[in-house]
């Protein structure tokens, strides 16, 4: 297992955006996003494949977050916009090679310390 780095987490309004940004050590065919919120599961955000043919959204945040990654530079993003306060969570980066990808943790062996992020006004 490899340690990702995250960055870009903090507090926000409703209303408002942020962009998060994870390195990794590595090339790997699938990055992406997950989530868990105080109580609750970690769920998947947002996934991307290296050359972009499976990309994953989460039904409550599509059209509102945009997931992209640069590969030379082993790097996702995750712009968020339109937030609301329940997207507050510790959101984590995380990475794998299982070419499923998607929204499940279990495809995904490499995660990150992960970035809290707090929608409150």
């Known amino acids: 297992d490899w340690q990702l780095v995250e960055s870009g987490g903090g507090s926000v309004q409703p209303g408002g955006s942020l962009r998060l940004s994870c390195v990794a050590p590595?090339?790997?065919?699938?990055m992406g996003w997950f989530r868990q919120a105080p109580g609750k599961e970690r769920e998947g955000v947002a996934t991307?494949?290296?050359?972009?043919?499976?990309?994953y959204y989460a039904d409550s945040i599509k059209d509102r977050f945009t997931i992209s990654r640069v590969n030379s530079k082993n790097t996702v993003y995750l712009q968020m916009n339109s937030l609301k306060p329940e997207d507050t969570a510790m959101y984590y980066c995380?990475?794998?090679?299982?070419?499923?990808?998607?929204?499940?943790?279990?495809?995904?062996?490499?995660w990150g310390q992960g970035t809290q992020v707090t929608v409150s006004s």
């Open positions: 995380a990475a794998g090679n299982y070419l499923a990808c998607g929204g499940d943790p279990g495809n995904y062996d490499s």
């Open positions: 590595i090339y790997f065919f699938c």
């Open positions: 991307l494949s290296a050359g972009g043919g499976k990309i």
